[in-house]
């Protein structure tokens, strides 16, 4: 671990996170916002559910860490949301299970401090027939359907407001786009760049607006090693130099 410590920002979920630092990823996007202010951690398992995430969310943040995330996005509910199999097996979890799953989840990341924020985000539609286009001969028929979607965000959504949580519906937030089914994703399910710039607009609108103390806004928190000094880049004028630790030029976006 690197000496300095800077607030933590813990990315945990399925392959939305775990791909979230690929494809011009919202993660990436947090890492290039977040440089010199928090670390932006990856804990993304691939395929998962909200069943096998309640299973090891324990040890994933321990409650005797010596340092507790500052905030941790959570996302889970894509896969649960899978029709189910006939033999019992696969990811899908029934509706008032994943319910309960992530209410465990929230309350356990609740404990870890009274300065752990928490922001949810549901599950996202999918391009059905681009599934259905891309469709694996090593596995079964994988059932994803909008309807069932909208069902698993809208009650993850309301479950966030049961217990105060902050949420990203992403449900509505990747249809706000033109030709959402085709620009947002990949194959149908995981996200492009332009899905992700949409999913990351989201979740830096949401940190800016809660009521958190401290702030976690990017523009609220100090960076690190900011101080004028002699060894920065020489200004025209010969003399003096200029300060480059706040510049933002250089990303492909200018985020809020």
Request: hydrophobic share 40%; charged share 20%; aromatic share 10%.
């Given at each position: 671990?690197?000496?300095?410590?800077?607030?933590?920002?813990?990315?945990?979920?399925?392959?939305?996170?775990?791909?979230?630092?690929?494809?011009?990823?919202?993660?990436?996007?947090?890492?290039?916002?977040?440089?010199?202010?928090?670390?932006?951690?990856?804990?993304?398992?691939?395929?998962?559910?909200?069943?096998?995430?309640?299973?090891?969310?324990?040890?994933?943040?321990?409650?005797?860490?010596?340092?507790?995330?500052?905030?941790?996005?959570?996302?889970?509910?894509?896969?649960?949301?899978?029709?189910?199999?006939?033999?019992?097996?696969?990811?899908?979890?029934?509706?008032?299970?994943?319910?309960?799953?992530?209410?465990?989840?929230?309350?356990?990341?609740?404990?870890?401090?009274?300065?752990?924020?928490?922001?949810?985000?549901?599950?996202?539609?999918?391009?059905?027939?681009?599934?259905?286009?891309?469709?694996?001969?090593?596995?079964?028929?994988?059932?994803?359907?909008?309807?069932?979607?909208?069902?698993?965000?809208?009650?993850?959504?309301?479950?966030c407001k049961e217990l105060g949580l902050q949420v990203v519906d992403l449900f509505s937030t990747l249809q706000k786009?033109?030709?959402?089914e085709t620009v947002c994703f990949t194959d149908g399910i995981h996200l492009s760049a332009q899905g992700s710039k949409?999913?990351?607009?989201?979740?830096?609108?949401v940190v800016k607006e809660a009521e958190w103390r401290p702030s976690l806004h990017w523009k609220s928190m100090p960076?690190?090693?900011?101080?004028?000094?002699?060894?920065?880049?020489?200004?025209?004028?010969?003399?003096?130099?200029?300060?480059?630790?706040?510049?933002?030029?250089?990303?492909?976006?200018?985020?809020?």
């Amino acid at each position: 671990m690197a000496g300095l410590l800077r607030p933590q920002i813990v990315l945990f979920g399925s392959s939305i996170v775990q791909m979230s630092f690929g494809h011009g990823g919202w993660g990436a996007i947090l890492s290039e916002v977040y440089a010199r202010k928090a670390d932006i951690i990856l804990r993304g398992y691939y395929g998962w559910n909200s069943t096998r995430a309640l299973k090891v969310v324990d040890k994933v943040f321990p409650k005797d860490a010596a340092v507790q995330p500052s905030l941790v996005v959570v996302y889970f509910g894509g896969n649960d949301s899978m029709g189910p199999h006939p033999s019992g097996l696969g990811p899908h979890v029934p509706l008032p299970e994943y319910v309960d799953n992530m209410k465990k989840i929230a309350l356990h990341l609740q404990s870890l401090s009274d300065s752990t924020r928490i922001i949810f985000l549901s599950c996202p539609p999918v391009d059905e027939a681009k599934v259905r286009q891309n469709q694996s001969p090593y596995l079964s028929e994988v059932i994803r359907t909008n309807e069932l979607c909208k069902t698993y965000s809208d009650a993850c959504v309301e479950l966030c407001k049961e217990l105060g949580l902050q949420v990203v519906d992403l449900f509505s937030t990747l249809q706000k786009a033109d030709d959402w089914e085709t620009v947002c994703f990949t194959d149908g399910i995981h996200l492009s760049a332009q899905g992700s710039k949409l999913v990351a607009a989201e979740i830096l609108r949401v940190v800016k607006e809660a009521e958190w103390r401290p702030s976690l806004h990017w523009k609220s928190m100090p960076t690190e090693f900011s101080e004028d000094s002699p060894f920065d880049l020489v200004a025209a004028d010969g003399k003096t130099t200029l300060n480059s630790s706040e510049w933002t030029y250089f990303w492909e976006e200018q985020w809020e």
